[in-house]
């Protein structure tokens, strides 16, 4: 953390990596694990551009249809369970603004459509891994998984 006082710009997300392969988009502690499954694909030569969206309404769609014609391939990432969630809206808009230039079909990376674990150990494997953001990527590139 920075020192000094500091502000986001509100509505405005950020590459925080970029890559010409796939665009991961993802916020909040998912931002960490896209890092993590980019730098486990860099191993593979799969270049990945990181967006942390910051916010969630309004979202910065320009950053985000930006990245994905230039790569043509795209990620989102969401702790939240796959239906009615903040990675399903990310994937409509994607499909629906940038569909010529996807060279693959959209992929989400979610929790599973069940109720939180209260396990500690069992929400460990409910949150989505660097590993599986890191296969999603691969196998829409057509290569065997990250490791």
């Known amino acids: 953390m920075p020192e000094e006082s500091y502000t986001n710009p509100f509505g405005e997300a950020e590459v925080v990596r970029d890559g010409k392969d796939v665009t991961i988009v993802s916020y909040g502690l998912t931002v960490h694990r896209a890092l993590d499954a980019a730098e486990k694909l860099s191993a593979d030569n799969i270049s990945a551009e990181v967006i942390d969206l910051r916010t969630l309404s309004p979202i910065d769609w320009d950053t985000v249809i930006e990245s994905v014609e230039s790569t043509g391939r795209f990620v989102v990432v969401d702790e939240a369970n796959p239906r009615c969630s903040i990675a399903t809206d ?3 808009y994607v499909a629906q603004h940038a569909f010529g230039a996807l060279k693959a079909a959209p992929q989400m990376v979610t ?8 396990s500690p150990v069992l929400e460990d494997l409910y949150i989505p891994t660097s590993d599986a953001i890191a296969a999603a990527a691969s196998e829409m590139l057509g290569r065997a998984a990250a490791r």
Not at 111 to 118: D, G, L, M, R
Request: net charge neutral; hydrophobic share 55%; proline share 27%.
């Open 90 to 92: 990310v994937a409509a």
């Open 111 to 118: 929790a599973p459509h069940t109720p939180v674990p209260f």
